[in-house]
């Protein structure tokens, strides 16, 4: 239940005292982060009932719902390594202030000509809230849980974070058709109020005093510009095209502001991302893994896309599909966890990307009828749950006990940076190649001869647009095991509580 002690004072008299993590402070850093991946990320399957109420355009919407996860991943590294030097409780509490404020602004949206700034602006502030909260809030259970507490613990966050995705769009579309959309911020609200007070008396963790942190402009003005260039071209490319002036442009300029941040940052003292921690080849192998597995979230996007332009389903049956991944990623978390103490961490990691890939290979048969199909696409997405609930915590805690004290929260930010960088490509790679393929012939003929399209002819292209784009997912699976056997080690190491 609690761990690892860490000695503060109690500002009065100056005397040291013992805390150690508990469930109060857990359950609050869990609401913490449910705020980002539950209650902001429901956007994405009511976006088009908002746009109705507030009177929106598409294109209006569309940026609505991207530029949350645009300021969660341009800011989670630079945020994760201030957290470190300023203090990871401060940078939680901040979190949760603009949690509140943000869905203040996106719930309580006008009707009229100021609904765009509301709505933009809130969504940018949940954004943030994210980058706030995600990296401080794992250096948080990296400094106050150890051995097998802080696998329990992270096993919990991970079903604040993973949890919170999978059942987004079930608990989006349920609250909207019963009560309407405001209440889901509203209910943000509540949560992140109730996450401060649970969070309340916890003490400061830093690894530097205020007096002698120097914060990096030049490195952080240097990454900004490198991921909002990156994110651009990783988000629209498909839609300028990605040998077009523009992306070719904006791959310049990611190229060269990467390079110059690189520079930066082996040369100051001040560094806010210190690149020794990839001198630690586990802390790179799950750092690395973690950007593959989540690559195949592009496995969503082409399947659902599948039953709606292909089967004519609607966006909440084709939903509906994905209900089993929901429950799975719940109920399966802390097996993981169990599996990790009892095997060790690279057992596990390799068993879920296994999973995760037989679940693919379950939603890839576009060539059956439609009644059947959707009895396997149950089937895949139980089972791609199943596997991402195995690889999440031994993941996570690898790649957190491998950090040093003093880079918790840059290099929690790193890993979690890895999760979105890893989704936005594998969205938009898989989403490249079902449309390209499915926008013209070709695709189909590739497998003329190989499969048997069953039912409707019609629609073959489509069909074999989405059996291409899903190999491409398990193509990531199989580069995400090979990261793991490279680099994660076979012995089990055992959980041990450290002493005060």
């Not at 963790?205 to 490198?226: E, H, L, N, Q």
């Not at 990691?349 to 037989?358: A, E, K, R, S």
């Not at 679940?359 to 009895?375: C, E």
Request: hydrophobic residues 50%.
């Amino acid at each position: 239940m609690t761990s690892s002690a860490a000695v503060e004072t109690d500002g009065i008299a100056n005397r040291p005292v013992e805390f150690r993590g508990n469930d109060r402070v857990l359950c609050g850093i869990i609401l913490g982060v449910i705020t980002f991946w539950l209650f902001a990320q429901t956007t994405l399957n009511i976006a088009p009932d908002m746009g109705r109420d507030l009177g929106l355009g598409a294109n209006t919407m569309n940026t609505a719902v991207a530029i949350t996860a645009l300021f969660s991943g341009i800011f989670i590294v630079v945020v994760g390594g201030l957290a470190d030097r300023v203090g990871r409780v401060r940078i939680v509490r901040i979190g949760f202030y603009l949690s509140i404020l943000g869905s203040l602004l996106v719930g309580l949206s006008p009707a009229n000509r100021w609904a765009s700034s509301f709505l933009l602006t809130g969504r940018a502030l949940q954004g943030l809230s994210g980058a706030c909260i995600m990296p401080a809030s794992l250096a948080l259970v990296k400094t106050y849980w150890d051995g097998a507490a802080r696998q329990r613990a992270i096993s919990l966050w991970s079903i604040g974070s993973w949890g919170g995705s999978g059942v987004c769009a079930l608990f989006g579309g349920l609250v909207t058709e019963h009560l309407g959309w405001r209440y889901i911020f509203l209910a943000s609200v509540v949560a992140a109020l109730l996450g401060l007070a649970l969070m309340s008396g916890t003490p400061e963790s830093r690894t530097t005093g205020k007096a002698t942190y120097r914060f990096d402009f030049a490195g952080v003005a240097a990454f900004m510009i490198a991921m909002v260039a990156l994110q651009i071209v990783v988000t629209q490319g498909n839609k300028f095209g990605w040998i077009s002036p523009p992306a070719l442009v904006l791959t310049a300029i990611t190229l060269v502001a990467g390079s110059l941040f690189v520079r930066i940052e082996t040369r100051t003292s001040a560094a806010f991302v210190d690149f020794s921690l990839f001198s630690h080849p586990t802390y790179t192998g799950a750092t690395v893994s973690n950007f593959l597995l989540n690559a195949v979230t592009g496995t969503m996007i082409v399947s659902l896309q599948l039953v709606q332009l292909g089967g004519n389903m609607t966006a909440q049956q084709a939903g509906m599909l994905t209900l089993g991944y929901a429950v799975a990623i719940v109920v399966f978390i802390r097996v993981g966890e169990k599996l990790q103490q009892r095997f060790g961490a690279r057992k596990p990691m390799v068993w879920g990307c296994l999973i995760t890939g037989l679940g693919i290979l379950f939603l890839s048969p576009a060539n059956l009828l439609l009644t059947d199909y959707r009895i396997v696409a149950v089937i895949g997405y139980t089972l791609y749950g199943v596997g991402l609930a195995f690889y999440a915590t031994p993941s996570t805690d690898t790649a957190l006990s491998s950090l040093p004290e003093s880079q918790a929260g840059a290099g929690s930010g790193i890993y979690k940076m890895a999760s979105s960088l890893g989704a936005a490509f594998g969205v938009a790679i898989s989403a490249t190649i079902f449309t390209a393929l499915s926008s013209g012939t070709g695709s189909e003929q590739w497998l003329d001869g190989v499969i048997t399209f069953y039912g409707r002819q019609d629609n073959e292209t489509v069909r074999g647009a989405a059996m291409v784009a899903l190999m491409f997912n398990l193509f990531m699976v199989g580069a995400a095991i090979l990261s793991i056997v490279l680099t994660i080690p076979k012995e089990k190491s055992e959980p041990k509580e450290e002493a005060p």
